[in-house]
C-alpha cells in the first residue's frame, strides 16, 4: 500500500491481548491531527482489584484464574517475577471501542495489524527487598516521593513539627 507524501504511519498498542493498530495519520485538524496512543485504562488499578475481591466473595474467580484467562495464548513475562491483574486486558478499554472511536472520529486509517505473540510487563512495583534493583536516581526519586507524602499527611493533619 503506497501513501502520500508527509503522510504519517503510527502505532497504537491496544492491550497485550489485541492486535497492535498500523495506521496512517488523518491529519484531522478538527483533533489537532492526534490519534490515540493507545487503549489507556478502563479502570484504575485500585479499582481493577476491588472489584475482583468483591466478586471472589460472591463466589467469583481467584485472581489468578483470571490472570490465566486473560493471558489466555500470549507469552507474558512479568519484570517483578509476579503475575499483575491490573496489567491485564481487563484493565484496559475495549480495543473494539477503540477501533470504532478511530473510525468515528476520522482520526487515522487502519492500514494493518501486527498480532502480539508475547508481553513484558512491569508488575508489581518492586517491595523493599528489592530496591537493591533500582539504579541511585530511583531510589532518590523514591525517598524523595516519601517525604513528600509524610510532609503532605504532616500538614493535613494540622502537625507543622512545631515543638
Known amino acids: 500500500m503506497l501513501f502520500g507524501i508527509g503522510q504519517l504511519l503510527g502505532l497504537i498498542p491496544l492491550n497485550m491481548a ?10 484531522n485538524q478538527d483533533y489537532l491531527s492526534f490519534c490515540p496512543h493507545g487503549a489507556g485504562r478502563n479502570q484504575s488499578r485500585s479499582a481493577v482489584l476491588r472489584d475482583l475481591r ?11 484464574e483470571v ?39 476520522g482520526l487515522a486509517e487502519i492500514v494493518g495489524e501486527i498480532d502480539p505473540i508475547g508481553s513484558i510487563m512491569a508488575g508489581k512495583s518492586l517491595g523493599r527487598d528489592e530496591t537493591d534493583l533500582l539504579t541511585p536516581k530511583q531510589k532518590r526519586q ?16 494540622g502537625d507543622w513539627g512545631e515543638e
Not at 489485541?18 to 491529519?27: D, F, K, M, Q, Y
Not at 468483591?54 to 485472581?63: F, K, L, V
Not at 523514591?142 to 493533619?157: C, P, T, V
Open 54 to 64: 468483591r466478586a471472589h466473595r460472591r463466589g467469583g474467580p481467584r485472581i489468578d
Open 142 to 157: 523514591m525517598e524523595q516521593r516519601k517525604n513528600r507524602r509524610r510532609d503532605r499527611q504532616r500538614i493535613g493533619s
Open 18 to 27: 489485541e492486535p497492535i493498530l498500523l495506521v496512517a495519520g488523518s491529519g
Open 67 to 105: 490472570i490465566a484467562r486473560a493471558t489466555d495464548g500470549i507469552d507474558v513475562r512479568w519484570f517483578s517475577g509476579k503475575a499483575d491483574v491490573t496489567e491485564t486486558p481487563i484493565g484496559y478499554k475495549n480495543a473494539a471501542h477503540v477501533r470504532a472511536q478511530i473510525e468515528k472520529f
